[in-house]
């Protein structure tokens, strides 16, 4: 098995062609991990996704600084995993957020129609205790193990 | 769609049929996430794995608190998360941890036999750069989607 590292506009295109991965969160030196679906921005190198106002958005507004990870797993030979470590903020309905939010609702609406539920619709939707958020990329590491063919 | 707790054996049974995790650490704030491979005795409560010496295993000596996630993601009506957070310590070779080792070990063999490398099994494994570890819960709590059947 080889082991390499990905380049950066590699782990780009890895999580820019898929929308499942898990989040990381930490509040006080404890670590959370869930699965979120997100849309990804190439150019902004950034993620978006909503989420119910619970415990990881709590932790997220105390300690913004979050971790994506993103990965296929086959076996011990085969698997690539990429790492976003970024900052987590919110896109509110202020007129200084309106592009971003059209933008985003976009992206999001481009993956999967369930993706975005009624609720993330919803002029009211903060009322209905949904926000959207973003992942801007700090910093982006991937690698891939592939098998080295028998000669 | 319905989303409904687990309960304790429910978590359990679902960590222990499975082989495949994420693993979040913390370190000064920041999260970070990795795809492990685990094996998980149900009795103890407890996760093993092995890993090399590296960035992640340097963050759990420095912070034991960690965060284990298993999931099974369809779409939105129709996926698993569970959530173990606990505590990181290593198994290592002295004899009071001989029986818990050969445990482990027998555990992960059971698993896939590619799962435990050559290196993890050789008496000088630590020498190689791998440290088996385990990580026992203190907390789990597990939360399954599913569909509502249209009446």
Redesign the interface.
Known sequence: MRIHELTIDECLAFLAARS?G?????YL???????I?YAFDVERRCAYAFSAIGQKVEWMRS?P?????V?E?G??DH?T?V?L?GRYSEIGRTAEDAAERQHCERLLEQR?E??L?GAARSPQHELSGVVLYRIEADRLTGRRASRVAAQ
């Open positions: 499942v898990r989040l990381g969160v930490a030196g404890q670590p959370y991990v869930v699965p679906h300690n600084a979050v971790c994506l990870e990965d797993v076996d011990k698997w995993s790492v470590l999967d369930w993706w539920p």
